[in-house]
């Protein structure tokens, strides 16, 4: 597919996607009747390793998380001090007791995305350099490359993927769901994001066992109580949002999202911008996300 092939697909996807999505909020979404609405509530599992959680994976081995680390002008932006190693770690954990059965070192930066496959770790960046550093099992950087169309530095990311030989990236510039090829490092496809005028948020995504893909979302907020998460679950083949799913009060702040087994799992990265840290009563948990 050529550049000029992409940007017209697209295009016509994000018009489309938009389209549904504002005539879905009168009529309904999913075959649902108008004026119903899908929630959510989180329950709590276990505490991440000490650190900032901010990107989730699901294997059959286990649970992946990515850590994040504030430092340079992160680290004085929360109030933080440096870190005395700048490497991110991706830890490979127990399903049911969150016990570390591995940890891959990595060197990117402030990870808020994150896909195992392949036989790799990737970890997606937020901060310079920023991009995606492709890890092996034996924590070696294989490449690291940036985001396709997202410019010189590729700009940043909220969330990654890893299904069925292709690598998914959230690209915050791009404003869509990219899907890349990892040996070639070409664009394929784009879901554009979810837009309603108070979900201005990106954060993770993951696919369910039925093809489509849920992608957490977020109003702007101060603190934690002003907080509106909600899930948005596209048509990966149309870009179409099917439907989306507001959390209950009190519910855990959704960062990294997973789903295994058909139950979807989140992470509390304890950091959230504009909030006081650790604002969340439920900073560093790793909980599951139950639909009701």
Request: glycine letters at 12%; aromatic letters at 10%.
């Amino acid at each position: 597919m050529t550049k000029r092939d992409f940007l017209t697909t697209t295009a016509g996807l994000a018009l489309s996607g938009a389209a549904f999505a504002q005539s879905a909020a009168n009529r309904g979404v999913a075959g649902k009747p108008a004026g119903t609405k899908r929630m959510a509530r989180t329950k709590k599992l276990f505490k991440a390793p000490d650190g900032f959680p901010n990107a989730l994976a699901a294997t059959p081995e286990g649970l992946w998380i990515g850590e994040q680390k504030m430092s340079g002008a992160n680290a004085s932006r929360y109030k933080l001090p440096e870190p005395k190693s700048l490497n991110e770690s991706a830890w490979l954990v127990d399903w049911k007791t969150g016990k570390v059965l591995k940890t891959v070192t990595t060197p990117s930066r402030n990870t808020s995305g994150m896909a195992v496959g392949g036989g790799y770790v990737w970890m997606i960046a937020n901060a310079p350099p920023q991009g995606v550093f492709q890890v092996d099992m034996n924590s070696k950087l294989v490449s690291h490359r940036q985001i396709p169309l997202g410019g010189p530095d590729g700009g940043g990311s909220h969330g990654g993927q890893w299904h069925q030989g292709k690598l998914w990236i959230s690209s915050l510039r791009l404003r869509g769901n990219l899907r890349v090829d990892p040996h070639t490092w070409q664009p394929e496809f784009m879901i554009p994001f979810y837009q309603a005028p108070d979900r201005v948020r990106y954060h993770d995504i993951t696919f369910d066992p039925d093809g489509s893909m849920w992608q957490v979302v977020g109003n702007d907020s101060k603190r934690y109580p002003e907080f509106r998460p909600c899930l948005a679950r596209y048509d990966t083949a149309t870009g179409r949002v099917l439907e989306t799913v507001d959390f209950e009060p009190g519910s855990c702040d959704p960062h990294g999202l997973a789903m295994h087994e058909g139950k979807l799992y989140g992470c509390d990265a304890g950091i959230h911008p504009g909030w006081p840290n650790n604002d969340s009563p439920t900073a560093g948990w790793i909980f599951q996300i139950d639909l009701v």
